[in-house]
């Protein structure tokens, strides 16, 4: 079965601390997102890959970075971690001009205090 | 950009009950549809899409509309079951090529809470 992993299911840091999260996939797909998903807003795109080392603005990039030094490895980075970064975010994967939708991870729920 | 508006955001019906979800989006470009459930602890999982050149579609007990003209679209869930309590979210993009790469974007989400 195809899958979308997230590292962490719960994660819980500090104030001003250098957070990262990372998500595999094992579909060789070239497309993956990184989503925040919050209540009453739904899922906001932050970053979002097309291939190796290529990496695009969502809507929401403010006070995050991204890595992708291999396929199928997509880095969240938050470099700076504030409260208003506690949040769930999610992963997804899709092959390059995809005619379906995303494959989703698990999601980490992050807390910042 | 895209922008979608989903509701309700909440909704409760009795198990065997018909339970209706609506969006509307603003980029008349969009031409693909897809609709997630997400259970607890779990991410989205795509349920059903449909593509700007369809109407309808249906898989078993739910079905998706799409009315291009006035950039609405929907989804049916029909005998609903307590196994449909989930947070649905629809979306939209411009998916066939181009250098949308798949981007989508969602409406804020609907819980969906089916009594027995």
């Known amino acids: 079965d195809v899958k979308v992993t997230q590292s962490s299911r719960y994660l819980v840091k500090r104030t001003g601390e250098k957070v990262f999260l990372e998500c595999v996939q094992d579909?060789?797909?070239?497309?993956m997102f990184w989503y925040r998903q919050d209540p009453g807003l739904g899922l906001r795109l932050i970053y979002f890959s097309y291939d190796v080392k290529m990496k695009e603005k969502g809507d929401i990039p403010e006070g995050y970075s991204v890595s992708r030094e291999k396929k199928e490895r997509f880095s969240l980075i938050l470099e700076s971690a504030s409260t208003n970064q506690t949040s769930m975010y999610l992963c997804?994967?899709?092959?390059?001009?995809?005619?379906?939708?995303?494959?989703f991870g698990s999601g980490t729920r992050l807390t910042v205090v | 950009g895209e922008n979608v508006e989903q509701h309700p955001s909440t909704l409760s019906v009795q198990e065997g009950d018909s339970a209706v979800i609506k969006c509307t989006y603003s980029?008349?470009?969009?031409?693909?549809f897809p609709w997630y459930k997400q259970e607890l602890g779990k991410g989205p999982q795509l349920i059903i899409d449909i593509r700007s050149n369809v109407g309808e579609k249906k898989d078993q007990r739910i079905a998706v509309t799409l009315n291009k003209t006035a950039k609405h679209f929907s989804l049916h869930i029909t005998e609903t079951q307590p196994e449909d309590s989930a947070v649905y979210f629809c979306a939209a993009s411009r998916n066939a090529g181009g250098t949308s790469y798949g981007k989508l974007t969602f409406g804020q989400g609907t819980i969906l809470t089916v009594h027995p």
């Open positions: 997804a994967s899709t092959p390059p001009r995809s005619t379906g939708g995303y494959t």
């Open positions: 980029d008349s470009a969009s031409n693909y």
């Open positions: 579909m060789d797909h070239e497309n």
